[in-house]
């Protein structure tokens, strides 16, 4: 079973950019797809980005398309969120999950972290 803490969220300003990096342990990491997750209050838990487990597949939701990188270091054990021209609209809980099925199915990830809090002022 495989551990998970987030690090990196924080206060920033529209335009700006934050890190988010996720690192894993407890289990064989490069055998995980990996996801980010956000979430807002009163809202569900949305699809940001994911990365297959050899690294070689990301997808992204629309709005952050362009502006957000997903990548993955696995001899470290650990998934970043590189995110770019930030706004106020990123706002929210950031989660890195891990799955051992397809990483576009949302309802299958199986292990979560404890989320890391993005806020973006205008």
């Known amino acids: 079973q495989v551990q998970l803490v987030e690090s990196g969220g924080g206060l920033v300003q529209a335009g700006g950019s934050l890190r988010l990096s996720c690192a894993a342990s407890?289990?064989?990491?490069?055998?995980?797809?990996m996801g980010w997750f956000r979430q807002t209050p009163g809202k569900e838990r949305d699809f940001v980005a994911a990365?297959?487990?050899?690294?070689?597949?990301?997808y992204y939701t629309n709005s952050v398309k362009g502006r957000f990188s997903i990548s993955r270091d696995n001899a470290k054990s650990t998934v970043y969120l590189q995110m770019n021209s930030l706004q106020p609209e990123d706002t929210g809980v950031y989660y890195c999950a891990a799955t051992t099925y397809n990483i576009l199915n949302t309802k299958r990830y199986d292990y979560w972290g404890q989320g890391t809090q993005v806020s973006v002022s205008s």
């Open positions: 990365i297959s487990s050899s690294g070689g597949y990301t």
């Open positions: 407890g289990g064989t990491f490069s055998s995980y797809g």
